[in-house]
């Protein structure tokens, strides 16, 4: 019985809390509410009603305690609420400002506010680009919508479609949103209904407080409080003529004339930006001008709109175009008694390239056209006519007071020209010549009155000493050359080459040495000998007819291990130094050894003529494993071979075949791009990387002069293969496999145990490679053919038939055509 109570209770105070948590702002009992089990759920109710509410869980704490609510459970929701909070701020934080549209086609502010979305797609207006304001109405991001999230401005009139929040809080509570009927009233329960139509909020506030308080004892004396805020906005109709897209549009009760014009895409091709009417009560309300917002910020044009309100957008009057060096070039619409001033107000000035002393304007006449100057003096007074296109040109690529100097001054540049300005004053400004500088002369390159040039030549000695005369007056945009003393001397080389560790051309100065060039190069190899050779050239002002040599040899004897040299030897531009090599410098070499050996590595090659079989001996001989058929050596092929194979002219071009059937041209064998000589060069240096050398290893034993018995290179690896008794068959086979060696088995007997050749597989050109590298083929004599002789751990390979093209159906007739031409020859020839 006790356990059945238990439950009961538990389930009362469960359905308790649920229902706390399901409205905690009007509950009336709180005491039995337990926090600790409140879900997510219950918690997130419990944040939406403060929000409904603009209220706080401080701000809530005296009521709740006042209905029952302990101190203690209190403070725990206060702190598990705000960890509710914090823990989904980050989702909040994303919608933070921004409006969300709800399924009934509304938008939503943070504060709960509530407008039926308007929108209208914008279209890019290509044909107007240019019109000065046309961008203001085609951009998308820009809509002049009202903020929801602003607070309700005061003077803001109520009508049909409103909704207010009213709430009371206190002793006495209420809450509700009530709409504006049709009939301009708001329905309070207890209260009844009020008139609010026309009235501004603020006057409707007060209207509805009184009312309250006369029904509320609590209000009246002060233990309660009434909040009316404005909950859902209306939506009123208005009408815009004269624009891009001109309409009757349902717009927010708090629009203004710019976010109306923006639905409507701005004025239309014709229409005018400057005397744009409101038209309220069928009088013009307001004349709206856009250019006081675009040239200046201003949006006192930018008024409230109210219901049935006309927007009239008129033709322009007059249009005026400018182009050139403006800040921002286009088409401007004009007031009458504008200025030319006024105008260049609107294209932001002039830019830093304009021409400002004159515009020139091209004028329309009720015939034809007229050019016009505008003086700068003229600006403020000019009035321009519609039709009136402003041409601001660049100014001149020209200086009116630039000087340049160059070459062995301290500072070359160009300076500021002054009337009445000496070479002398200039080379001053420079600060002076530089100690390279030849004084003996000095160019001036001057540009004439008709712009065609001359040379003047300065002694720049003489007028820097003083000489007035030789001082000569500079002029506007000439240029001063100051020579240098080293532009006039020969830029000497000497050439090192040989047995040093950077080898080449060197700069030649005076006094240079054998002993300087060889440490500037890095020093002598290990590998120079004691002999030098220097190549002079020979100078002389006659020709000797009969001393044929054309250089000058001196041959030197230097300390092949040593820099400095006691006998210095003073070199001479242009020399050609060569350090010979030693008669015999050849660093240790090595072959590898692999495979079954009894020693395998690396060896060094003891001689130049070290032989297969003393390499081997050295490795301790072969092993017992070893497949005496199975030596080769593997040679790495060369760089430089590649580069012969790749210079060698294999005499491949493109073969070309002509499908008559088709009358196409196709190219065979092989692409432009990819020559058989490019992909053989690829293989040898991608693929193969080393060429094999059969070796005899039975007959070397017997004789060491056998011709296996080769001369090892460097590099060189010998390799003795392990004896396998099994035979490998591979290629164009049904099952490529190892086949156990049976000794007096022959080649078909291998080739059958893999089940033959597949359907692309050529038996009558099949090979076999031997362990040692070497390799035979099937050879065919009439019907008769016979097969190499099948070796244990040899490879047996059948390659694929090559493609043969069949014979089109105009092949076969054009045979047949000339078998039957033979045919009536001959038969003609024997009658």
Do not use: C
């Not at 004269?242 to 629009?255: D, F, R, V």
């Not at 744009?276 to 006081?292: H, P, S, T, W």
């Amino acid at each position: 019985m006790k356990k059945i109570l238990y439950v009961l209770t538990l389930f009362f105070a469960l359905v308790t809390f649920n229902a706390t948590a399901q409205d905690i702002m009007k509950s009336k009992d709180l005491s039995t509410v337990k926090v600790d089990y409140l879900s997510d759920d219950d918690l997130a109710k419990i944040s939406a009603q403060l929000k409904s509410n603009n209220a706080t869980i401080d701000q809530v704490e005296s009521m709740a305690l006042s209905k029952g609510m302990s101190q203690t459970e209190f403070n725990k929701l206060k702190i598990k609420l705000n960890d509710f909070e914090k823990k989904n701020a980050k989702g909040d934080k994303k919608d933070k400002n921004k409006d969300s549209k709800s399924k009934t086609g509304e938008k939503t502010s943070e504060f709960g506010r509530k407008q039926d979305e308007i929108k209208n797609e914008k279209v890019k207006d290509s044909l107007n680009a240019l019109i000065f304001g046309s961008e203001l109405f085609d951009n998308p991001t820009l809509n002049f919508e009202p903020d929801l999230n602003l607070a309700t401005p005061m003077n803001y009139v109520l009508g049909p479609g409103d909704e207010l929040q009213i709430s009371v809080y206190g002793v006495q509570e209420y809450n509700a949103n009530i709409p504006v009927n049709v009939e301009g009233k708001v329905s309070i329960d207890y209260v009844g209904q009020i008139s609010v139509s026309g009235m501004s909020i603020e006057a409707a506030t007060q209207k509805i407080k009184a009312a309250i308080a006369k029904v509320y004892s609590t209000v009246r004396s002060g233990q309660s409080q009434v909040s009316i805020s404005l909950g859902k906005i209306r939506t009123i109709k208005v009408t815009i003529v004269g624009g891009k897209q001109p309409g009757n549009y349902s717009i927010s009760s708090l629009a203004t004339v710019y976010n109306a014009l923006h639905l409507a895409g701005g004025p239309g091709k014709n229409g005018s930006y400057r005397n744009i009417e409101l038209i309220r009560n069928n009088k013009v309300y307001k004349n709206i001008d856009i250019y006081r917002f675009l040239v200046k910020g201003d949006q006192s044009d930018n008024v409230a709109l109210k219901e049935n309100d006309v927007i009239r957008i008129p033709a322009y009057s007059q249009r005026v175009t400018v182009e050139g060096e403006v800040k921002r070039p286009g088409i401007f619409e004009m007031k009458k008694g504008e200025k030319f001033s006024d105008l260049l107000n609107f294209a932001s000035g002039f830019n830093e390239f304009a021409y400002t002393a004159s515009v020139n304007v091209l004028q329309k006449t009720g015939k034809e056209f007229k050019v016009h100057d505008i003086n700068e003096s003229e600006y403020n007074s000019y009035q321009p006519q519609s039709g009136d296109v402003f041409r601001i040109t660049k100014i001149l690529n020209r200086f009116e007071n630039r000087i340049k100097i160059e070459g062995a001054v301290f500072r070359p540049d160009y300076y500021s020209f002054t009337e009445g300005m000496r070479i002398s004053d200039l080379i001053t400004r420079a600060e002076g010549l530089k100690e390279d500088a030849y004084s003996k002369r000095a160019r001036i390159i001057r540009l004439k009155t008709d712009l065609t040039t001359e040379i003047v030549n300065v002694d720049l000695g003489a007028a820097l000493s003083g000489d007035l005369n030789a001082d000569i007056e500079l002029k506007r945009e000439d240029i001063v050359t100051v020579y240098s003393i080293l532009d006039f001397r020969e830029e000497y080389k000497v050439t090192i080459d040989g047995e040093v560790k950077n080898p080449g051309v060197y700069e030649y100065f005076e006094n240079l040495t054998l002993n300087d060039l060889v440490v500037q190069v890095g020093g002598l190899t290990g590998s120079a000998s004691k002999r030098v050779e220097i190549a002079r050239m020979i100078k002389s002002d006659a020709i000797d007819d009969a001393d044929p040599k054309r250089i000058e040899l001196v041959e030197l004897e230097i300390t092949a291990d040593n820099n400095e040299q006691i006998k210095n030897f003073v070199l001479k531009p242009f020399d050609v130094i060569n350090i010979r090599r030693m008669a015999v410098y050849e660093k240790p070499e090595m072959v590898k050894v692999s495979g079954a050996v009894t020693y395998p590595g690396k060896y060094v090659l003891a001689n130049k003529k070290e032989r297969v079989y003393n390499v081997v001996m050295r490795a301790g001989g072969l092993t017992s494993i070893a497949n005496l058929d199975g030596m080769k050596i593997k040679r790495p092929i060369k760089e430089e071979q590649i580069e012969q194979l790749e210079s060698i002219n294999l005499n491949l071009e493109k073969k070309e075949t002509v499908d008559k059937k088709e009358g196409t041209l196709e190219e065979s064998n092989f692409k432009s791009k990819d020559t058989l000589k490019s992909k053989l060069s690829k293989k040898l240096r991608d693929e193969l990387k080393y060429t094999t050398i059969p070796v005899n290893w039975e007959k070397i034993v017997k004789d060491k002069n056998h011709y296996s018995n080769v001369t090892l290179f460097p590099g060189d690896e010998i390799e003795v293969a392990v004896y396998n008794e099994s035979v490998k068959v591979t290629g164009n086979v049904l099952l490529t496999s190892e086949i156990p060696y049976r000794n007096g088995k022959g080649f078909k007997y291998y080739i059958n145990s893999v089940g033959g050749v597949d359907n692309k597989g050529w038996k009558r050109k099949a090979y076999i490679i031997y362990p040692n590298g070497k390799a035979a083929v099937t050879n065919s004599f009439l019907f008769f053919r016979s097969y190499p002789k099948v070796e244990p751990d040899s490879q047996i390979v059948v390659p694929e038939k090559p493609e043969k093209k069949k014979m089109t159906a105009g092949e076969w007739v054009g045979i047949g055509s000339v078998i039957s031409s033979l045919a009536l020859l001959i038969v003609t020839a024997f009658k």
